[in-house]
């Protein structure tokens, strides 16, 4: 049984607040990615909400850029973010201990809820595209992300998966904005933007005429990726998604979760769960991507257990919650 939490009791502050609690006041950090992509203005616009929610009791949230979800991780280990939006793939291997978290398993990280799926983009100059799927990337030049970001563990996934390795191409590490700027100078055959459709540097470089194209990934791709990270599925990016785009493109995703330390109060956790379902509208306004968040989607592929706060709020609007979600402290 859930231990009792004490939910009208007011916030209560705890090392997992990001410092300077003076006269009151409360400050969390949401850490996202780099500005280009979809976790940043999302982030931005979760830690709006929350402020414009609780303002008058001295609360303030705000997203902050990063280097995306491995660095997420990091910063939640050292409170230095008291949320984070990471790639399902990244916080089930962190909280495993897997992949780059071997031996160094994140066993207090807990989920919040999805968010939105975290669609794969991989764009690549039209001169070097053959069969336009992600196994033309072989051989050119490619940006796999930034260093210690989501964005670079994924793509090494995807490129594992199909029987390439970081030696087959020419590896970079930029950020969104920068690959498709590079791209557009001439100094870069193509790069990985996984995010929330439309990815913005992804709707730039349609507009402004750079002549690339988001390449495919076929059934038997998607097969041999999910052997070894079966955390996949499949995703259509819907035509007119970005300009000049006239057909469908066949894509995978995987999901994107709000992430917490278990330590941050069960109070907060409650309260921000519960302002940002029960606003879900205005959340729909900051950005195409979280129209994909709902209670009845709120748990699609997560694996992390939940924070006990959480926990808390999607029982009392009677969800059903999968055993392996149940957090340990519930039984405590």
């Not at 969390?28 to 940043?40: C, H, K, L, P, R």
């Not at 929350?50 to 939640?76: C, M, P």
């Not at 785009?245 to 109060?265: C, G, M, R, W, Y």
């Amino acid at each position: 049984m859930l231990k009792k939490t004490t939910i009208l009791a007011g916030l209560v502050s705890t090392s997992m607040l990001l410092a300077s609690c003076n006269e009151g006041n409360q400050y969390f950090s949401i850490a996202t990615a780099s500005t280009g992509g979809t976790y940043y203005p999302i982030g931005v616009g979760m830690g709006n909400l929350w402020t414009e929610e609780l303002i008058d009791e001295g609360i303030r949230a705000t997203g902050q850029s990063s280097a995306g979800s491995v660095e997420n991780i990091d910063l939640l280990r050292k409170e230095e973010a008291q949320f984070a939006i990471l790639q399902g793939l990244i916080a089930d291997q962190a909280y495993q201990g897997t992949s780059v978290f071997e031996g160094n398993a994140y066993e207090d990280l807990r989920s919040i809820t999805m968010l939105w799926p975290n669609v794969e983009h991989f764009v690549l100059m039209n001169n070097y595209v053959e069969t336009g799927t992600i196994a033309d990337i072989e051989g050119q030049s490619f940006s796999v992300g930034p260093q210690a970001s989501g964005t670079e563990q994924s793509t090494l996934a995807l490129i594992n998966g199909i029987d390439l390795s970081i030696q087959d191409i020419s590896p970079d590490y930029l950020g969104y904005d920068d690959t498709i700027s590079s791209m557009r100078d001439g100094r870069l055959d193509g790069g990985s933007l996984p995010a929330g459709v439309p990815v913005t540097a992804i709707t730039d470089m349609f507009a402004s005429g750079v002549n690339a194209s988001v390449l495919e990934v076929t059934d038997d791709q998607l097969d041999s990726i999910n052997d070894g990270q079966p955390v996949f599925f499949r995703y259509t990016i819907e035509e007119e998604s970005y300009p000049r785009q006239e057909e469908p493109i066949e894509t995978i995703a995987q999901s994107n979760i709000l992430a917490v330390d278990k330590h941050l109060d069960d109070e907060s956790v409650y309260r921000l769960t519960k302002i940002l379902f029960e606003n879900l509208e205005t959340m729909y306004q900051v950005h195409n991507s979280a129209k994909a968040m709902s209670l009845e989607t709120a748990l699609d592929g997560v694996s992390v257990p939940l924070h006990i706060g959480a926990y808390t709020y999607f029982e009392e609007v009677g969800m059903d919650i999968p055993e392996e979600l149940i957090p340990p402290e519930a039984a405590e």
